[in-house]
Structure formats: structure tokens, C-alpha cells
């Protein structure tokens, strides 16, 4: 089971870019990196996934280094809506849902 | 219509209740999983089901248990209701090849055992 660790709060302002890393050391050769964007009394929403390199789409992008044992969340240009929790999981998705741990997560808070 | 909905969305109830949380998804998809929140903290997971016939313990499944009626229904029953099952209740669904698209998740049932 791979743990993860990543910072339990963050600041930032309106236009900036902001990158959230989540570290991994234990991950195993199957898991994919899978990050996920929760506002308060909704759901968690899926943000992007990725299994090495970069990936980048139309909400995000995530850098993911050779040894995969770490990920970073990069959020270009946040406004105050962006202020949620992000939560960093990592695991195998053939067994989806048997090894996936959510943990404290980030707490993004966007200033004016 | 939202792709995965519960009912009801809040809750109140007494110690020693049975209640039924109800979910029902619109994707079309095999897996279905219920987790709880508690303030401050991450989701963890009570029960997970792959398929109509599959059933699995989550990490947190003493005084839970669920009924999967169909591909798109997952309920998750609180046999006898204590305070300390007061949380933030998420049903969720995923993709059949194992979650490329990660996880689709209800707006949550808010339940207060008093």
C-alpha cells in the first residue's frame, strides 16, 4: 500500500500558479498517480491521473519524475474558486477501489 | 440528472436505529464504493463491490453493512446507530477498466446520530 505525504495546507493568490507535491516513496510498479479536488460538503472530483512524465489537461498538470516517487500538482493561474482540498492517491487501477487511500489532503486557500 | 445520486442528503437519527443510505449511478458501471468523511480528516472506505455479486470489505466496516440491488444501486444500512457514526457519507463509482477517470463521487449524505 502506498502511503503519501503532502503538505496539509497552502496560500496563495489570485493569478498565481500554484504546485502541490505529494510524495511517494513506496510506490509500486503498477500504481498511477491520481489527483482529486474536494469543496466543502461535495464530493471528491477527479482532477488528472498519470503513471509517469508530464500530463496536462484542460484543468491542471502533473510532473512526475523518473523514479515516480514523488508527483507535483500544478494549477496555472488559481482564482479564489480554486480554494478546496486536493488529495494526492496512488494505486494499482486494476484493483481500483481495494488499495486507494484518501489521506488529510491539502488545504488550498486562494487570496484576493 | 447528477451521475451518482444519494438519498437522503441529510439525515438526523437516534442511537440504536437502523438506517438505510441509498445510491443509485447513471455511468454504467460495475464498481461502486461507499466511503465516510469525518471533519477535517480524508475519506476512508467502508465497503466496495465490483460487481452485482461482489462484495468487499473496506477498512472501516464493523457496524456497516450494504445491499448492491442492481449494477446502478449500492446501499449502505447502519445496523444499529451509534454518535460515532456521525460523518459525511460518499457513494462512488468508477470506470470498468479500473478507474483511468478516476472516481465519480455523490454530493454526500450528512448524517447526525444523536
Known amino acids: 500500500l502506498a502511503k503519501t505525504t503532502q503538505p496539509i495546507s497552502m496560500d496563495s493568490y489570485e493569478g498565481q500558479e500554484v504546485n502541490i507535491t505529494c510524495s511517494h516513496n513506496?510506490?509500486?510498479?503498477?500504481?498511477?498517480i491520481t489527483w482529486y479536488q474536494q469543496f466543502p460538503s461535495q464530493g471528491p472530483r477527479f482532477i488528472i491521473q498519470g503513471y509517469k512524465t508530464k500530463v496536462t489537461n484542460e484543468v491542471a498538470s502533473l510532473f512526475i519524475p523518473a523514479d515516480r516517487k514523488s508527483s507535483t500538482l500544478s494549477l496555472p493561474r488559481v482564482s479564489l474558486s480554486d480554494t478546496a482540498v486536493y488529495y494526492c492517491?496512488?494505486?494499482?487501477?486494476?484493483?481500483?477501489?481495494?488499495?486507494?487511500?484518501f489521506g488529510p489532503g491539502t488545504r488550498l486557500s486562494v487570496l484576493p | 440528472d447528477a451521475d451518482v445520486t444519494q438519498t437522503p442528503r441529510n439525515r438526523i437519527t437516534k442511537t440504536g436505529k437502523r438506517i438505510m443510505l441509498e445510491c443509485s449511478q447513471t455511468k454504467g458501471h460495475d464498481r461502486m464504493y461507499w466511503y465516510r468523511q469525518d471533519p477535517g480528516l480524508g475519506l476512508r472506505l467502508i465497503y466496495y463491490?465490483?460487481?452485482?455479486?461482489?462484495?468487499n470489505k473496506g477498512e472501516i466496516s464493523d457496524g456497516y453493512s450494504v445491499s448492491r440491488q442492481a449494477q446502478a444501486k449500492f446501499s449502505l444500512s447502519l445496523e444499529s446507530a451509534i454518535p460515532n457514526q456521525t460523518a459525511l457519507y460518499f457513494c462512488?463509482?468508477?470506470?470498468?477498466?479500473?478507474?483511468?477517470?478516476?472516481?465519480?463521487f455523490g454530493s454526500g449524505t450528512r448524517l447526525t446520530v444523536v
Open positions: 463491490s465490483f460487481d452485482v455479486k461482489d462484495i
Open positions: 513506496n510506490i509500486a510498479t503498477n500504481d498511477y
Open positions: 492517491l496512488v494505486g494499482d487501477n486494476r484493483n481500483y477501489g481495494q488499495n486507494f487511500v
Open positions: 462512488a463509482t468508477s470506470d470498468p477498466d479500473g478507474g483511468r477517470n478516476g472516481y465519480t
